[in-house]
Each structure stands twice: as C-alpha cells, then as structure tokens.
C-alpha cells in the first residue's frame, strides 16, 4: 500500500506500509513542503505523486527504513541529479541528509 502523509503516520498504517518489502520501507520526501511518500515498490512512483501534486524535483529525496535495525538509509535512483549537485543514489548534501533525517523520524515516530 502507498500512502502519502503530511503528518506522522500511525502503528495500522505502518503496518499497512510493510507490505511491500516486510522489513523495509521505502520513502520519499518533498523536504520543503514536508509531505512523505512511503510503501511503494520502486521511489519513482512516490516521486511521480509529489510531481503531479505540485511538488518541485529539487525539493524530492528518496531513501528508507530498515525495519530490523530502525536505521534510515538515504538512496535511491531519484537522488541521481548532477544539476542539483547530487551524483550518486545517496544524498550528499549533509544539510539535505539532516532534513531527510529529522523529517524520516517524524513521520514514523512511532517505530524510531
């Protein structure tokens, strides 16, 4: 199941999250309007939703949740944008990284 959140999400929705993966979720964050997409299979789908809502591709970063070890991860094909000076799958701006972070810990404050 995807959903797409603009506040935490709770224990029945995470749950309805890990359907894809079981032990993974994959996310994907509009870090300035803060709205998050979790629980698709593959991060271009939550970007194409954060698009066609009116969201601007420099402001979309894609990563996830270990589930076993609580840890979030930062890659994804999307952060690939040498024109946003991101070269590789993780995010390398440390001050991205720290939003992606704190905005991960938000929404799924219920398992973090």
Known sequence: MVLTKSNPFTNDEI????????VY????IDI???VCVAGMGRHFEGEQIL???GSSQNSIWGGGID????EIDFNSFIN???KDNNTKNEIQSEVIKKQYKMLTEY?????I
């Not at 979720?25 to 994907?28: A, N, P």
């Not at 589930?67 to 609580?70: A, D, I």
């Open 15 to 22: 749950e309805q999250l890990k359907e894809e993966f079981v």
């Open 25 to 28: 979720i994959k996310t994907v």
């Open 32 to 34: 300035d309007k803060k």
């Open 51 to 53: 698009l066609s809502q």
């Open 67 to 70: 589930l076993e070890n609580k």
């Open 80 to 82: 690939i944008r040498p």
């Open 107 to 111: 929404f799924f404050a219920e398992i």
